[in-house]
């Protein structure tokens, strides 16, 4: 596999500018498939979750799930799109062992949902329409295993196994229009415009949008153009890019590797491409031109599925408040600064500290952990904040045992590690590391004595009423201490030795 | 013994019913005398791929269990409990193959029975087997079928019509009372016509498809197949009704055929000709018998009009681009990968697209190659609109033709096929001429309306059934049980009995064929 060559993004930005094309599939969590009554469950043992319909056996046919229509639909008018009275799904024909019946059944020309419209909000508060041309219904197909080649890979593969599970299982694909002038912000966008509609079906609760599962998956379109010339350049579709960070890095790479070709003078291959989460490269897929030929008619085998105007009234009733409107009423809630809830949202904590709040922790507490400590450790250890194993319950424990003085914060940040590396609940760690706090005064009062003794001078300015000179002396406690002397209740022996009013 | 049983199987399902209610006779008697009658005559008609005696046994003594048993046992059996049927091998049957007519399925088993199946089962009609059909049920003729032709009862030398031959034949040689077909163009009525038989297209979506192997989706309906139109009736009433399997399906109820079949007259009743579905093409014995039933109802009491559906013309044409578009997709599953025939390629690389296309090539005849190639090309990009979609446009306009005609007419009347049965070989090179064999009756798959056949006599020149066609607006598949027990009727009171009784008599192997009764 011969490595692609790439410009640097900031002389591919001063050169090109990036036109983009996300296409978002999003799978239902509907309790039976798209067309049959089989389960819709991830992760069972292949090929338990399927019928006669999914395995595409002939003199089967396919039932509209109404369900996966409603969800259809509410994803639509969250995505602000006009939804179709009558819309017909189509047969989309290929051959492939992954798609039991060598066509896939889809929507075509007449999708349910169109013409809508997502407003993004950027790191800085920069606000970016993005619009939705179509959001579609259709079945995924199963999954193959390719077995003996390398990496898993059909080149070379022995043979390869297939598992209809998935076969059937409902999709929305939402397609934006072309993104035009997004600059240097496009690989920014392309993944907030992701982690938006993620964010959207996940608050509908049609999804379990879990983007490691293949809930929600990415194909981003990526063109360069020079500067101020309107027809798009040649594009490349860059297939299941399936993590937030990759989609960012996917159309940075894309960005790059475009732009030396047009360098080169080479004209961009229009085909699709594999993103490598390992090299963070892309490699050549197969060909994709507009001469591939999918033989689209309509399915005869379904009647059209109409959306009376009052059924779509009463799904727009049902739907919950939509994220940008959630944020505005958290924020006001936990009294955040400004700057503080931006930070929060785009460390990606926003929902992990509302159920942090919910099981107990006050708004400052949750946020002081998971921005001052969990985001940090999630940074180091390559993973989403929420994915790095800290519950909620976790937090609300820690911080009880801070409250309780039982240990300090400094010590609180040790148990915190100790969860991580799997070590037990709080309570546990800190029996086992044996990290409680000093809490006879008798030691620490000896310290204090030595602590002011040896600064004279300082407990003199206390004295005197310069009480934020305390800093020195309760140093001097801890030090001695090493750490195990509860800091607050240090102080207050401090101002109680010295007479002072804390 | 002999005697009961020959006496037995030629017997409407009607009077099979009857006689079982009252305990004439039993469930398996009926049973056996037609497993017999197969065992006797199938070989020369070739009507069944499959005979499944032990489980159509095993049916019938439970009927006659139940009948005997009494009380709610007995009260509860459907009319037709006991009357044995044969299901075209199109449609799904747990415990027997399936094969479609084509190699790519031999000795395949569906783990499911379609819907109708379900439903004969339900009523505890015994399944004497499966017939023959055209491969995939592409073909007018049985002569596409990959076990070898069905041969027509009339005289063995003639194709018994397609592709439903082998329950018409069935049907027509006394091995079976009643058979299911399957109708995409005319697959039910124009074997019912040169077979001298009934056959009933209802209503697209008056019986459900789902376990019907398809082959044009919007065309394809299942449909009774026997020798009188209350038997049609009673079946149709038996496999009818909504099915949540198949989306497609009708809710209305249509239970008032069997009534509709025994009100017994015609008149005041408007009947239709269809200007363009006689005449020029249609042979003279074909057009003499149509002409008498015309003068028939007539007499009845019914009032003759003569109706055009000016875009009939287009029909033949729009049919072979919209069916052979849908058989293009629907047949893309056979492709050795899940069930069926897999055939590996004799040299090179064993990749998946080489087993797919020897498996094609080794498990689908011509014809089938045929048509999933002229489908594939008119859903081509580029094609699309100028095919397909031309296609769909003719069908909205033959749509409204038949609505006009219907606001002039209660049914219209044509003959079924231009032709009676023509000899086994005799158009096989030429797929033109086979598929003019469907120009009557293909207006009506693609109008969705139903249609039923029923025999008019015998042609003049040539001895051989010739089949009227009736058609009703979708819906209304009641009149044509009207029309039709009322034109048997009074047909049958002209030739001193059922036109079948004039077909030569078929003897076991061993006995000499010929004569007349």
């Known amino acids: 596999m011969s490595v692609d060559a790439t410009l640097s993004f900031e002389e591919a930005m001063e050169k090109y500018d990036p036109v983009l094309g996300i296409e978002v599939h999003v799978e239902l969590n509907t309790k039976t498939k798209m067309f049959s009554s089989a389960p819709n469950v991830f992760g069972d043992e292949p090929n338990t979750n399927v019928n006669e319909v999914d395995l595409g056996m002939p003199g089967v046919l396919p039932v509209v799930n109404k369900t996966a229509v409603e969800s259809s639909i509410k994803i639509g008018l969250a995505l602000n799109c006009k939804i179709a009275e009558s819309c017909r799904f189509a047969r989309k024909n290929y051959f492939y062992p992954d798609t039991p019946k060598n066509f896939q059944t889809s929507q075509y020309d007449e999708p349910i949902a169109y013409d809508g419209y997502l407003d993004i909000e950027l790191e800085d508060g920069t606000v970016f329409r993005v619009e939705i041309e179509r959001a579609h219904m259709e079945e995924d197909a199963g999954k193959l295993t390719h077995m003996g080649g390398a990496a898993g890979r059909i080149q070379g593969a022995d043979y390869s196994l297939v598992d209809y599970n998935r076969s059937g299982v409902p999709l929305v694909e939402i397609v934006t229009k072309p993104i035009e002038g997004a600059g240097s912000r496009a690989p920014e966008l392309a993944k907030a415009y992701v982690a938006a509609v993620r964010e959207i079906v996940k608050n509908l609760g049609v999804s379990d949008a879990k983007m490691e599962r293949g809930n929600v998956r990415c194909d981003a379109n990526v063109s360069l153009r020079p500067h101020g010339r309107e027809r798009f350049g040649i594009r490349s579709e860059t297939k299941n890019v399936n993590s937030l960070r990759a989609v960012e890095h996917a159309v940075r790479y894309e960005i790059q590797r475009h732009a030396a070709v047009l360098d080169s003078g080479e004209p961009v291959i229009q085909e699709t491409r594999h993103w490598h989460e390992d090299t963070r490269s892309t490699t050549s897929g197969r060909p994709k031109s507009d001469a591939d030929d999918y033989r689209y008619f309509p399915e005869p085998d379904l009647v059209p599925v109409v959306a009376s105007r009052e059924w779509v009234e009463e799904l727009r009733a049902t739907l919950p408040e939509p994220p940008a409107e959630r944020r505005k009423r958290l924020k006001e809630a936990w009294g955040y600064s400004d700057l503080e809830f931006r930070d929060v949202v785009n460390a990606g904590v926003m929902d992990s500290i509302e159920e942090t709040i919910s099981a107990g922790a006050s708004a400052d507490v949750a946020r002081k952990w998971w921005m001052g400590e969990i985001v940090g450790r999630a940074k180091v250890a390559d993973v989403d904040p929420s994915e790095l194993g800290v519950t909620p319950q976790v937090i609300v424990e820690l911080n009880k045992l801070v409250e309780d003085g039982k240990i300090n914060n400094k010590m609180a940040t040790q148990v915190l590690d100790g969860v991580l590396a799997g070590e037990g609940t709080p309570e546990e760690i800190v029996e086992k590391r044996g990290l409680a706090v000093v809490s006879d005064d008798g030691p620490l009062l000896e310290a204090i004595d030595a602590a002011l003794a040896a600064q004279p001078d300082v407990a003199e300015k206390i004295r005197g009423g310069k009480v934020q000179a305390i800093g020195a002396i309760v140093g001097g406690v801890m030090k001695a201490t090493r750490g195990q002397a509860d800091a607050g209740r240090v102080r207050e022996l401090i101002l109680q030795k010295l007479g002072v009013e804390g | ?517």
Not at chain 2, 106 to 117: C, I
């Open chain 2, 1 to 517: 013994m002999t005697e009961l049983k020959n006496e037995l199987i030629h017997h409407s399902a009607a009077d099979l019913a009857a006689k079982l209610a009252a305990r004439e006779v039993t469930a398996v008697e009926v049973t056996q005398a037609h497993l017999d009658r197969i065992a006797d005559v199938d070989g020369q008609v070739n009507a069944f791929l499959h005979v499944n005696t032990e489980e159509a046994l095993a049916v019938a003594a439970e009927v006659d269990a139940a009948r005997a048993a009494g009380g709610s046992a007995a009260e509860e059996l459907h009319a037709l409990a006991g009357v044995p049927i044969a299901v075209k091998d199109l449609i799904v049957t747990i415990g027997q193959p399936t094969t479609a007519g084509s190699k790519i399925l031999e000795g395949w088993h569906s783990p499911y029975d379609a819907t109708v199946v379900k439903k004969l089962r339900a009523a505890r009609m015994p399944i004497l087997g499966k017939t023959n059909l055209d491969e995939f049920a592409m073909g007018s003729s049985t002569e596409h079928s990959a076990y070898g032709p069905t041969r027509n009862p009339w005289d063995l030398d003639r194709i018994p019509g397609g592709s439903g031959g082998g329950s018409a034949a069935a049907v027509a040689a006394f091995e079976a009372p009643l058979a299911l077909g399957t109708d995409t163009g005319g697959s039910i009525r124009q074997p019912g016509a040169v077979t001298g038989t009934v056959g009933v297209k209802p209503t697209y979506g008056a019986v459900s498809r789902y376990g019907a192997i398809a082959m044009a989706s919007s065309l394809d309906q299942i449909g009774p197949v026997s020798r009188t139109v209350l038997d049609s009736a009673l079946l149709q009433e038996v496999i009818g009704g909504h099915d949540p399997f198949d989306s497609t399906s009708l809710t209305d109820p249509f239970n008032d055929l069997v009534a509709a079949a025994r009100v017994g007259n015609v008149a005041g009743m408007k009947i239709g000709i269809v200007k363009e579905l006689h005449g020029e093409g249609y042979q003279a014995g074909v057009e003499n018998r149509f002409n008498e039933s015309l003068q028939l109802l007539k007499d009845a009491g019914a009032e003759i009009v003569e109706v055009s559906c000016p875009n009939l013309k287009y029909a033949l044409g729009a049919y072979y681009l919209i069916m052979p578009s849908e058989v293009s997709s629907n047949l893309a599953k056979f492709d050795g990968v899940r069930f069926g025939m897999r055939v590996l390629p004799k040299d090179g690389p064993m990749t998946i697209e080489r087993v797919m296309g020897a498996t094609r090539a080794a498990g689908f005849g011509d014809e089938v190659k045929r048509r999933i190639i002229l489908g594939t090309y008119a859903l081509s990009a580029g094609y699309y609109d100028a095919y397909y979609g031309s296609a769909q446009k003719v069908r909205t306009l033959i749509q409204r033709d038949f609505d006009a005609a219907f606001a002039k007419a209660d049914v219209l009347i044509s003959p079924t096929a231009p032709t009676t049965a023509f000899k086994l070989g005799e158009k096989l090179d030429d797929p033109l001429a086979m598929y003019l064999n469907d120009v009557a009756t293909i207006p009506a798959n693609l109008a969705g309306i139903p249609g039923l056949s029923l025999p008019g006599g015998l042609a003049d020149e040539d001895g051989l059934p010739v089949g009227i066609q009736l058609l009703a607006p979708a819906r209304q598949d009641a009149r044509l049980y009207r029309v039709g027990a009322v034109l048997e009727s009074i047909l049958e009171e002209k030739w001193g009995g059922p036109m079948l009784a004039q077909a030569p008599v078929l003897g076991s192997a061993t006995t000499t064929a010929g004569g007349s009764n």
